[in-house]
């Protein structure tokens, strides 16, 4: 007898996860949600990695009001990202000291369509 072991949440419980959140978010008046932190990212993708445990990385999801989150990650967490269930992935070379994706998800939460004016 063979028995397959499935690590982590089958994808709909991550669609009702982003659900709630978003009903959420339309109450409080939010066109976005910014997480940053690894159970934040893991709760919102799936996504787990040895990478968090260097502090010097920055790793951002973007919750939209409508839709997927959005990953904003060093190129180095590229492969570990795309096995999850999100599909908006965007990397940048990291280290990159003087902005380190900083421009990158500025450039994400701008092409957002804003509906309340905040994240």
Do not use: C
């Not at 799936?46 to 959005?70: A, C, D, M, N, Y």
């Amino acid at each position: 007898m063979s028995v397959s072991l499935q690590r982590g949440f089958p994808q709909a419980e991550f669609e009702q996860r982003t659900s709630r959140v978003q009903a959420a978010m339309h109450q409080a008046r939010l066109d976005a949600l910014l997480v940053t932190t690894e159970p934040e990212v893991r709760y919102f993708s799936g996504f787990h990695t040895q990478f968090f445990e260097s502090p010097t990385r920055p790793w951002f999801v973007v919750v939209p009001l409508e839709g997927k989150p959005i990953a904003v990650i060093p190129e180095i967490g590229l492969a570990g990202m795309q096995a999850t269930w999100l599909d908006s992935i965007h990397t940048w070379p990291s280290p990159q000291p003087g902005d380190d994706g900083i421009s990158l998800l500025a450039s994400v939460l701008n092409a957002l369509p804003t509906r309340f004016g905040q994240l």
